[in-house]
Nanobody
Framework: QVDLVESGGGLVQAGGSLRLSCAAS???????LGWFRQAPEKEREYVAS????????HYSDSVKGRCIISRDNEKRMLFLQLSRLNHDDTAVYYC?????????????????WGQGIQVTVSS
């Protein structure tokens, strides 16, 4: 079992940046991690993922070029840095863990999920 707790969300101005964190309750050395988000009345969408040793990182087209996913296995932490925020970034953001060395952009491939944290971009 891996419990995940997100932090760092809130209200952010358009054009600004934010850093989300996700704390895990278990060792992450054999686990790949991802971020997903769900906007009001929309399907959950993939944001980014990182494999177990951070040698492979992937981003959705909607955040590519303004997003960095990173992790600290010693501290059992996952991070998401997102810049040049716009209204379309408003969503509940979820971190997710997958018992695999390889990443995935597909939500059902993840075994554990955090409760989510709200990010609201104001104009």
């Amino acid at each position: 079992q891996v419990d995940l707790v997100e932090s760092g969300g809130g209200l952010v101005q358009a054009g600004g940046s934010l850093r989300l964190s996700c704390a895990a309750s278990a060792d992450l050395t054999t686990i790949s991690l991802g971020w997903f988000r769900q906007a009001p009345e929309k399907e959950r969408e993939y944001v980014a993922s990182i494999n177990w040793d951070a040698s492979s990182r992937h981003y959705s087209d909607s955040v590519k070029g303004r997003c960095i996913i990173s992790r600290d296995n010693e501290k059992r932490m996952l991070f998401l840095q997102l810049s040049r925020l716009n209204h379309d970034d408003t969503a509940v953001y979820y971190c997710a863990a997958r018992r695999s060395y390889y990443t995935s952009s597909c939500g059902p491939n993840y075994d554990y999920w955090g409760q989510g944290i709200q990010v609201t971009v104001s104009s």
